[in-house]
């Protein structure tokens, strides 16, 4: 079965810390451009961040440049998201996608180039 798993999420003060990951089950996910994705309550779901096949290539929303750090271990087939000062505007459930297109296609993180989803990871930023 075809399965992509985000795990790593919770509750967490501001300023505080987490890593998702990414993982994927009967594929891999070195074939894919890999976006991180997320959404909130009343919210349309929006790119975060993303990155190319070999991990040459990142993009991130402006909203958490100099924050949040993605990346990938192909050999784990894994990817991570790492997201440090967070904020409760942080707070969403987190996506983690597969785009099968190329890096120039899948970079502005427009959703319907990403294929496959996984299931979402909740995060909440609160004191």
């Known amino acids: 079965q075809l399965q992509i798993v985000e795990s790593g999420g919770g509750l967490v003060q501001p300023g505080g810390s987490l890593r998702l990951s990414c993982a994927a089950s009967g594929f891999t996910l070195d074939a894919y451009t890999i976006g991180w994705f997320r959404q909130a309550p009343g919210k349309e779901r929006e790119g975060v961040s993303c990155i190319s096949r070999s991990g040459g290539n990142t993009n991130y929303a402006d909203s958490v440049k100099g924050r949040f750090t993605i990346s990938r271990d192909n050999a784990k087939n894994t990817v991570y998201l790492q997201m440090n000062s967070l904020k409760p505007e942080d707070t969403a459930v987190y996506y983690c996608?597969?785009?099968?297109?190329?890096?120039?296609?899948?970079?502005?993180?427009?959703?319907?180039?990403?294929?496959?989803w996984g299931q979402g990871t909740q995060v909440t930023v609160s004191s």
């Open positions: 996608a597969a785009s099968p297109r190329s890096w120039t296609e899948s970079a502005g993180m427009r959703q319907m180039r990403y294929t496959r």
